[in-house]
């Protein structure tokens, strides 16, 4: 069975520094074509797509916040962390990481998320 | 970057109904398009994925279509449990969700 759980504060002050882990079970991100990524929905919004790695330890950003997160993986823990800098209340959300399967993105080739962590809210206030 | 509509915003419907949501897409996606259900509280759930397919253990009822920048999803006929907020999602490059349509009664 494919798990993802994400683990972190629950609130950041402004300009603090949020760190959130992702870990997984049921899959290896050793395995070709596994990625992860990390989503987040502030509360009654869409969802965003920030960031996700790859099971070659490529990383893609999105373009937005680009300069603000940091994504690596420890497979031997099983765990992606998350790293976004210098919070602001905007981003206030629901952070969620989400499984890849068939995901080739040095080629373009992306995949839909089959398998989601429950979230966790993180709130940003001082 | 690709910019993705979905319309209606909010849909309102009764058990029975055939519901169907439009997906657009601000350039062509070929079929790299999944929907995904979200009830509240809860993360998603994703239904179809490239276009078309039916994800496993999704009910038969759900259906996807369309190619290139227009998609629907339909449900065939509307059950208590599809009451929730569906978003299509492009990945062709990167990825993007739609703002999501809402079902209530």
């Known amino acids: 069975q494919v798990t993802l759980r994400e683990s972190g504060p629950a609130l950041v002050k402004p300009t603090q520094t949020l760190t959130l882990t992702c870990t997984f079970s049921?899959?290896?991100?050793?395995?070709?074509?596994?990625?992860v990524s990390w989503i987040r929905q502030p509360p009654g919004k869409a969802l965003e797509w920030l960031v996700l790695i790859d099971w070659d330890d490529d990383k893609y950003y999105s373009t937005s916040l680009k300069t603000r997160l940091t994504i690596s993986k420890d497979t031997s823990k099983n765990q992606v962390v998350l790293t976004m800098t210098n919070m602001d209340p905007v981003d206030t959300a629901t952070y969620y990481c989400?499984?890849?399967?068939?995901?080739?993105?040095?080629?373009?080739?992306?995949?839909?998320?089959?398998?989601w962590g429950q979230g966790t809210m993180v709130t940003v206030s001082s | 970057d690709i910019q993705m509509t979905q319309s209606p915003s909010t849909l309102s419907a009764s058990v029975g109904d055939r519901v169907t949501i439009t997906c657009r897409a601000s350039?062509?996606?070929?079929?790299?398009l999944a929907w995904y259900q979200q009830k509240p509280g809860k993360a998603p759930k994703l239904l179809i994925y490239?276009?078309?397919s039916l994800e496993s253990g999704v009910p038969s009822r759900f259906s996807g279509s369309g190619s290139g920048t227009e998609f629907t999803l339909t449900i065939s006929s509307l059950q208590p449990d599809d009451f929730a907020t569906y978003y299509c999602?492009?990945?062709?490059?990167?990825?993007?969700f739609g703002p999501g349509t809402k079902v209530d009664i």
């Open positions: 049921g899959f290896s991100l050793t395995t070709s074509a596994m990625c």
């Open positions: 999602q492009q990945y062709n490059s990167y990825f993007t």
């Open positions: 350039q062509s996606l070929s079929s790299w």
């Open positions: 490239k276009a078309s």
């Open positions: 989400a499984r890849t399967t068939g995901c080739m993105a040095s080629a373009g080739i992306w995949g839909a998320f089959d398998v």
